[in-house]
Every structure is written in C-alpha cells, then in structure tokens.
C-alpha cells in the first residue's frame, strides 16, 4: 500500500500498473497532474505473510493546485499475492 501511495505522489503510472492483479488492472492509467497527494494512515489491516488475500484500510489526504481545494480519501483496498508480490484487486471507498 505505501509503495502504490508513493507512486500516486510521484505519478508514476508504471509501479500503479506494475503492482495491480492482472485480473483488475486496466490497460492504461491517467493520473491527474493537478492532484497532490500528501499524507498516507493505515488504519487497519487484515491479512499476513502466510495468507493469500489482504485489506488494507487507509486515509490518504490531498490537495488540487488549480483550486486550492484538499480532502481525505477513505478506502478499503484488498490484495492478492501472486508469485510472492502482493497486488492491488480493487477497493470500496467510503463516500463519507
């Protein structure tokens, strides 16, 4: 989770792609230049070294250059390990 968070700081679309499940990872990704990500809490996880499937429940807080405005995206991320590398499927965020 910290190193997809770094690379949504850095826009660096290759590691987003190169860490996503190859059963929910589109085929091209476009990430706003405007949008700055700042700050990452892990709130909870579950899922460990010996287990195949994991959630990670963060915060990741941002703001927009053009407009000044900042938030907190909520969401409840679950990977799979494949060939030893755990890989993003999907996640719910919460709209609150």
């Given at each position: 989770m ?11 679309a ?13 085929d ?14 892990i ?15 963060f ?13 907190v ?9 494949l ?5 993003y499927?999907?996640?719910?965020v919460?709209?609150?």
């Open positions: 910290r190193s997809r968070f770094t690379a949504f700081a850095l826009g660096d290759s590691h987003l792609l190169a860490s996503w499940h190859p059963a929910t990872r589109p091209r990704l476009e990430l706003d230049d405007d949008l700055c990500w700042e700050r990452l809490d709130d909870e996880t579950h899922g460990g070294v010996d287990d195949v499937r994991a959630t990670v429940t915060r990741a807080s941002w703001w927009q250059r053009r407009t000044g405005a900042c938030g995206l909520t969401e409840r991320s679950r990977f799979r390990r060939d030893g590398r755990w890989l499927v999907d996640g719910v919460d709209p609150a």
